[in-house]
């Protein structure tokens, strides 16, 4: 495997999220060793327990956005990345 | 300003009135307004929270509003939505666009609010005899953007 710089990113917790996890967000430092992606900074979250296993369950209707943008689950992030997650969209 | 998320209350008239202020080529104008109702899903709602993602929210507007313009013949389209806490009656969501006839305008008018409804992140918290609780997405709303 190769090696990766250190990756931090800054996570946002929005709607029920938000709620579920008490926070808005964070800034977390992500397992070095591999080369991340949307996929496994959720793996990551969801090994905390709680509310994120619960929330982030597989089946559960989430979202992510990198950047503003919408991501899928083989999305690359890279360092200083903004990643939202967050549940489908209720507006209008 | 195409998209504006705010917290103020709307004039639809006085917003249309701008939107094709001085434009001759214009011949229709279709335009939206979502309002909050006071039951949903069998229970009655006195309030209504908007939360959205500031800085995304805003982008996702305007990239709907850009393929609104390319999709369709129109001249010009607006879309304002409220964020905050809302009571039932309030104005949600306004959109308007101009064309030169009405069935370019009808359609960029269904598209915006079909896509905004899937898209644009925007939440909905509503306020029940029983509690708060989140408004769940309708797979409704992901058919009806789904067919443009």
């Known amino acids: 495997m190769r090696n990766h710089a250190p990756v931090t990113v800054r ?3 929005l709607a029920r999220l938000r ?3 008490a926070s808005a967000g964070e800034s977390l430092p992500v397992a070095a060793g591999r080369e991340p992606t949307v996929a496994s900074l959720l793996d990551e979250l969801r090994s905390r327990g709680g509310a994120y296993a619960v929330e982030l ?3 559960r209707a989430i979202r992510v956005a990198v950047n503003h943008a919408m991501a899928g689950p083989s999305d690359a992030i890279r360092d200083g990345d903004e990643v939202a997650i967050f549940p489908p969209v209720t507006g209008g | 300003m195409t ?4 917290q103020a209350d709307f004039d639809a008239g006085a917003e249309i009135a701008k939107l ?3 434009d001759g080529r214009v011949g229709a104008v279709a335009s939206f307004i979502g ?3 006071d039951v949903n899903d069998d229970a009655s709602v006195s309030r209504l929270t908007l939360e959205h993602y500031p800085g995304m929210t805003e982008k996702a507007l305007e990239a709907i509003v850009a393929e609104a313009k390319q999709r369709f013949d129109v001249f010009e389209a607006l879309v304002i939505h409220r964020v905050g806490e809302l009571g039932p009656t309030d104005q949600i ?5 101009t064309s030169a006839h009405r069935g370019e305008a009808f359609d960029a008018c269904r598209f915006v609010m079909d896509y905004l409804k899937t898209r644009a992140p925007f939440w909905k918290k509503e306020r029940t005899p029983e509690g708060e609780r989140w408004v769940d ?3 409704a709303d992901d058919a009806a953007a789904a067919r443009w």
């Open chain 1, 11 to 13: 996570l946002v917790y």
């Open chain 1, 19 to 21: 709620e579920a996890f």
């Open chain 1, 57 to 59: 369950a597989p089946g």
């Open chain 2, 3 to 6: 998209v504006r998320v705010q």
């Open chain 2, 20 to 22: 094709r202020a001085g």
């Open chain 2, 35 to 37: 309002t909050v109702r």
């Open chain 2, 93 to 97: 969501v306004l959109v308007a666009v």
């Open chain 2, 137 to 139: 997405a309708r797979t």
